[in-house]
């Protein structure tokens, strides 16, 4: 829901990570989230069960693309950054981080995956775009 807010930008994004990252250590440890769980034990089995893991990963996209675009309208992304693009980033991103807490992975090495993440927004700030293209 941060996501959705209409002034959400970087550090709806961050927090979300962030917190994924802290819950990864304590209660959420082995239990995930229960779409990404329906996402990898039903989805591909059970139609009805496809099309609501499918609406969901398309609100938490619309949701990046929310504070992606907020962020660049307020010049915390530069405005050359393919919004859309990062956006699947951090939606597959944050499913991946979902699912590895349900198979209670370590939770530094959950940590370390959403510091990483979230380090892409560092990359896309005013400036540094046409840097990371030219790589």
Do not use: K
């Not at 990963?57 to 990046?64: G, K, L, M, Q, V």
């Amino acid at each position: 829901a941060p996501l959705e807010a209409p002034t959400a930008g970087t550090g709806a994004i961050r927090e979300a990570f962030t917190s994924y990252g802290i819950a990864s250590g304590g209660w959420a440890r082995g239990r995930g989230c229960l779409m990404c769980n329906t996402a990898v034990e039903r989805g591909a089995l059970d139609e009805g069960s496809g099309r609501i893991v499918d609406a969901y990963f398309d609100r938490i996209d619309r949701a990046f693309r929310n504070a992606l675009g907020n962020a660049q309208q307020a010049g915390e992304i530069d405005p050359g950054s393919d919004v859309t693009e990062l956006a699947a980033f951090f939606t597959t991103a944050l499913i991946g981080v979902a699912a590895s807490i349900r198979a209670e992975a370590p939770p530094e090495q959950i940590q370390a995956a959403c510091r990483v993440a979230t380090s892409v927004l560092d990359a896309h700030r005013p400036g540094d775009g046409p840097e990371l293209q030219a790589r």
